[in-house]
């Protein structure tokens, strides 16, 4: 990790029936206190602020010319690599995102940039993100998605800027998420969220029963008339 001040928010966890507090380190250039890290909404980073699939086949096809690809419309599963087309085996798929400045690159989705900072205008957003990997993988994932953050939005969205493996430990109204269950992870198990989940629309997510009944934002055009109404905001 690079030398950047750190600033620690407590959290409550709920993780396996348990009811704990524990301290999530976050990469915050001030220190936030309770009420004021309540956000009101939560907004995911790969698939719905960036264009993840896009990035991730160009990269595929870059890497692995001759091996077989999908079209982003046929994905069927939020992890590439489990996706019951086959084409992506876990050690070429780990490969590609782990590869430096993978993240960093990302390109924004359509109209998110825009559509993020006309809804800070209204209500308290916080970018909410999980690492991908382990160890000193997963802190360079996190450095290249702050990175992206300071290019795309500027330095004032650092301290709007949370990468936590388990977004169940963060407080608030809502999540804009493309993952089916963003309360359970893999490795983790998650726990019982307090925000609820509107889902970023994306075609592994279409016909998933952890989906079902749940709010969704299709695109960011939409964004006004889904999320203000949730929020009760004119």
């Known amino acids: 990790r690079v030398d950047t ?3 620690v928010e407590s959290f409550v966890f709920r993780g396996h029936g348990l009811m704990r507090f524990v301290r999530v380190v976050s990469r915050c250039s001030a220190t936030l206190t309770m009420s004021e890290s309540s956000w009101q909404v939560l907004v995911d980073m790969d698939g719905v602020l960036c264009d993840f699939e896009a990035h991730f086949l160009a990269r595929w096809r870059q890497a692995y010319p001759d ?3 999908i ?3 046929q994905r ?3 992890y590439t690599d489990c996706d019951p087309s086959g084409v992506y085996d876990t050690a070429r798929t780990h490969a590609v995102i782990s590869t430096p400045g993978f993240y960093e690159s990302m390109p924004p989705m359509d109209g998110a940039l825009e559509a993020l900072q006309q809804l800070d205008e209204r209500v308290r957003v916080c970018i909410c993100t999980a690492p991908f990997g ?6 360079r994932c996190e450095e290249e998605k702050r990175s992206w953050v300071r290019g795309h939005l500027g330095d ?3 301290d709007k800027f949370l990468c936590v493996k388990d977004k169940t430990a963060v407080s608030a109204l809502l999540l804009i998420d493309d ?4 309360t359970n992870h893999w490795r983790l198990g998650g726990g019982d969220a307090v925000w609820k ?5 994306a075609p592994f997510n279409i016909d998933v029963p952890a989906c079902a009944g749940k709010q969704r934002l299709d695109s960011w055009a939409r964004w006004r008339e889904v999320l203000l109404p949730l929020l009760n905001v004119e």
């Not at 382990?134 to 802190?139: E, H, I």
């Open 197 to 201: 989940h509107v889902v970023f629309s």
């Open 5 to 7: 001040p750190i600033s």
């Open 134 to 139: 382990q160890g000193s993988t997963a802190s």
């Open 76 to 78: 069927r599963h939020h």
């Open 67 to 69: 091996a077989s690809w």
């Open 179 to 182: 993952k089916p269950d963003p």
């Open 71 to 73: 079209p982003c419309e």
């Open 156 to 158: 004032r969205w650092l």
